[in-house]
């Protein structure tokens, strides 16, 4: 028996069939992208992006059972497990949870803190040699915590101290190029001299104090995770668990914003609102990282490069260049104490060693105009 054939009034009645079947369709993910989907509710991942984090973060804990296995009094991986059950000999558990877990916690802090606010600084500017320690937001909080501990009258203690010098830093720098301009190497160049007087002025307090005031403040102005103080510790973990969500929601905003300031407008983003909140939050971590550990300046260089080397460039790589600046952060450490043992070298003076060179490959390279 044939069929009859399909009229226009049968053709009529199938479409809202057809169209039902095509709204519940699921569409698929963008090359390069793995769709996860639950009920109405979906969310994009990036693969290059996800397996760059996982691989941060295996080498991360690769080397942090290092930083804890190794030192002047070595610890088995048998032992290192049993100390952090619980269960370890009284000299190994000492070691490990007393002395070398939390200066591991506080590498890891400083080290996520530094690199997130270094991408934000980046970002924000268009450049990347735009980070808290280049532009001079660190030798800002470093100067103004110096001056609590010399004693100058001053009765806030080094964190509050230090998270006030580093918005006056950004402030000033922020003010001189062009009105709070973050674009080209005027903003660079001007933060780099307030940098240097606030670096000039860090000098003058200590040679105008006594020798044993001095050595206190030490600490302050080359970056060390050996003197830590507990309270500074416990406001950064609070400051990058809050910092941190918050760029992470700002990620849609910072992507477009690597773009023109047209281009960016004429996406709906709200300029002014979004800059003032990202150096609010570089400010914030800047100054928090710099309580706790001094100005280590490089690992916000050196954290957000190597993210987006192991990245891609299609979004700004916040969580992978936390997991970057807590590696370089803890393997700068681990070196810096087992190199010259006993004699221990300054965390800050390890990532200058390692950074100039890094920073000067950025500046020699054909590209290194580009703005990312």
């Known amino acids: 028996m044939l069929e009859r054939p399909l009229t226009s009034r ?21 090359s390069g992208y793995w769709r996860l989907a639950h009920g ?43 100390a952090l059950a619980g269960n370890g000999e009284v000299v190994s558990a000492f070691v490990v949870l007393e002395l070398r877990l939390p200066r591991l916690v506080a590498a890891w802090l400083t080290g996520a803190a530094f690199a997130v606010a270094g991408c934000l600084m980046q970002t924000l500017a268009r450049n990347r040699l735009a980070t808290p320690g280049i532009i001079g937001i660190d030798n800002g909080a470093t100067a103004f915590a110096v001056a609590s501990v010399v004693g100058l009258g001053v009765s806030l203690a080094p964190p509050a101290m230090a998270l006030a010098g580093a918005a006056t830093a950004a402030a000033i720098t922020f003010g001189l190029a062009s009105g709070g301009d973050t674009r080209g190497y005027r903003f660079i160049v001007a933060g780099i001299g307030i940098g240097a007087v606030f670096g000039a002025i860090t000098q003058l307090l200590l040679a105008r104090v006594g020798i044993d005031t001095a050595n206190a403040a030490y600490p302050w102005t080359v970056g060390t995770l050996n003197a830590r103080p ?10 990058l668990a809050l ?20 281009v960016a407008s004429g996406l709906g983003v709200m300029l002014r609102r979004r800059r003032a909140q990202v150096l609010a939050l570089s400010v914030l971590l800047t100054a928090l990282a ?23 460039s299609r979004g700004v790589p916040l969580v992978a260049s936390a997991l970057a600046g807590a590696l370089v952060m803890v393997l700068a450490d681990l070196v810096g104490r087992l190199l010259l043992a006993p004699i221990e070298l300054p965390v800050g003076i390890v990532t200058a060693v390692v950074g100039g060179p890094w920073l000067l490959w950025i500046l020699l390279r054909p590209d290194s105009r580009s703005s990312r």
């Open 40 to 82: 109405e509710v979906s969310l994009l991942v990036e693969r290059r992006a996800l397996a760059a984090n996982l691989l941060l973060l295996v080498l991360l804990l690769a080397a942090s059972a290092a930083y804890l296995m190794l030192g002047s009094i070595p610890v088995g991986a048998g032992e290192l497990a049993r």
């Open 10 to 30: 049968d053709a009529i009645g199938r479409q809202p069939q057809r169209f039902a079947a095509d709204a519940t369709r699921q569409p698929g993910a963008p």
């Open 230 to 239: 507990g309270g500074a510790v416990m406001a950064l973990a609070a400051g």
């Open 290 to 312: 710099v309580a706790v550990a001094g100005p280590v300046g490089m690992v916000g260089l050196i954290g957000p490069e190597i993210a987006r080397w192991l990245g891609s």
């Open 243 to 262: 910092g941190l969500p918050l760029a992470l929601a700002l990620s849609r905003p910072l992507t477009l914003m690597r773009f023109s300031d047209a």
